[in-house]
């Protein structure tokens, strides 16, 4: 009798532990049907929640905002110096770099007459960066009883009270126009060191009318920039032949003359 309740009781035994173990199973299967319904939820937050982090990172944390200005290209041996970009550029520290008005900064920067071209960007994770490439004065222009720089586009740009030494002068009348400052920019830059230093200044009447006057009194009728490098190289095979002359004019390189 003992032997067949210990039987009973064996049998509903394993019966309870099948019955635990299905429930078990059944409750795994529910949880992983729950998690499948819920991951991409789950997935969706958390993405929410690192672009959330990186808004506040760009646009609210002190880690990204604006704390200074990378200046480069400013030689600082012309008339343009970091201060005058700095000033220039106006660049407020302490917003976000990402919201800092860059084109703004660059038409400001790009305003000053020295300045040829600048490049503006962001120099993460806290600067801002200008880059400027300067003008570069090739010879001295007087203009309403200034003096000024003039560089090889001939764009007339900042002031001088005297004139630096090795530049040459550039003379005109009243009126001349910015396409015959060019032009006088143009021969400036074709002359031959040698020959340059010769040079006290460049006359300039109009596009076609270019003169140099050297410095022992002779005169160089030129004519206009174009073909200057052979002109160049006529006079000094002219100035070489025909030291005494008091003219020379080179205006057409193929046939030049000689005066006096």
Do not use: C
Not at 111 to 119: C, G, M, R, T
Not at 210 to 233: F, M, N, P, Q
């Amino acid at each position: 009798m003992s032997s067949l309740r210990r039987r009973r009781q064996d049998t509903v035994t394993d019966t309870g532990a099948i019955a635990e173990r299905t429930r078990k199973r059944f409750a795994r299967r529910q949880w992983r049907r729950r998690w499948l319904a819920w991951r991409y939820l789950v997935a969706a937050l958390a993405v929410l929640l690192i672009a959330g982090a990186g808004v506040w990172a760009v646009y609210f944390s002190s880690w990204l905002s604006v704390k200074g200005v990378d200046i480069s290209g400013v030689s600082g041996t012309t008339t343009l110096t970091r201060s005058d970009v700095r000033r220039a550029a106006d660049v407020a520290t302490g917003g976000p770099l990402l919201r800092a008005d860059l084109d703004r900064v660059q038409r400001r920067v790009g305003a000053l007459a020295a300045v040829k071209s600048v490049d503006v960007s962001r120099e993460w994770p806290s600067k801002i960066r200008i880059q400027v490439v300067e003008r570069v004065p090739i010879a001295v222009i007087e203009i309403g009883g200034h003096l000024h720089a003039l560089d090889a586009d001939g764009v007339v740009f900042s002031s001088y009270f005297n004139a630096p030494k090795g530049l040459p002068r550039v003379s005109t009348p009243a009126g001349t126009d910015a396409a015959a400052l060019k032009q006088a920019a143009e021969v400036v830059a074709a002359l031959p060191p040698g020959l340059a230093a010769k040079v006290d200044h460049v006359e300039v009447m109009s596009i076609d009318e270019i003169s140099l006057a050297l410095g022992t009194g002779k005169t160089v009728r030129w004519g206009s920039a174009s073909d200057s490098g052979t002109k160049a190289e006529v006079l000094a095979a002219l100035m070489k032949a025909k030291p005494d002359v008091r003219t020379y004019d080179v205006s057409v390189p193929g046939q030049p003359v000689t005066a006096g």
